[in-house]
């Protein structure tokens, strides 16, 4: 069945974010908690939104509210100077809408920094659907956001694909019984190898629209 429906992750998916998501989160916990966490330590806390990590992991933070509000505050401040715009996923989203493919984003991230990176790097009206991580109630490598998207773009699973460059993307993808794709093309990615096996791994953005174009005939 040709793909009517093309569905992504977010953060190392469509856009750089990873560097500016570990800027503010190590800075909140060094003065917060005082204590040091690497990137693959944050890594491994993604799950709900940023808010709900905080809340988890501080473990002796005074006040949750102020450091929830450094971390924003961090997040915003430094988007620009970390965060890079790509070219190839502007031309790839480009692709997908002249050629009238519906679209989705299932991000992990809260609502609020999708917004920020959303208009920074001009993707504010670039999706039909936008799922974050404040509307659901269980996180990727569980299924309930893609198929919530499904649901409001009208897409049967086997119209759709699925791509992002987590294991939990992967998991959630295969869940949710989409063809599921590994993507390697941004500089900071969660993942280098995928422990989860996707249908494929895309290391250039051209890689995808090769695959649609296929099935255009």
């Known amino acids: 069945m040709r793909t009517k429906a093309v569905l992504f992750d977010f953060d190392g998916t469509l856009a750089d974010t990873l560097p500016v998501i570990f800027h ?47 971390f924003y505050h961090l997040y915003e401040e430094n988007h620009t100077r970390l965060v890079r715009p790509s070219g190839d ?8 809408r002249d050629r009238s493919y ?13 917004e920020i990176s959303a208009r920074e790097l001009g993707l504010s009206d670039a999706f039909d659907v936008t799922i974050t991580g404040n509307d659901v ?40 019984g989409l063809r599921t794709y590994g993507v390697l093309w941004l500089p900071t990615t969660q993942a280098s190898e ?16 090769e695959l649609l174009e296929g099935e255009a005939g």
């Open 24 to 70: 503010a989160f190590q800075t909140v916990f060094r003065r917060h908690d005082r204590r040091e966490v690497s990137p693959d330590e944050i890594i491994g806390m993604f799950g709900p939104p940023e808010e709900g990590i905080l809340r988890k992991e501080l473990s002796h933070c005074g006040s949750l509210e102020e450091a929830v509000k450094e």
């Open 89 to 96: 996923i502007r031309d790839l989203l480009a692709f997908l």
């Open 102 to 114: 519906r679209t989705a984003v299932i991000t992990g991230k809260g609502r609020r920094t999708f």
């Open 137 to 176: 109630e269980k996180a990727k490598p569980d299924p309930e956001g893609i198929l919530r998207a499904l649901d409001e773009l009208g897409a049967a699973k086997e119209e759709a694909v699925f791509l992002g460059d987590s294991d939990a993307d992967i998991a959630a993808g295969k869940a949710a």
């Open 194 to 209: 995928f422990r989860e096996k996707p249908d494929a791994v895309f290391r250039r953005t051209a890689q995808l629209r």
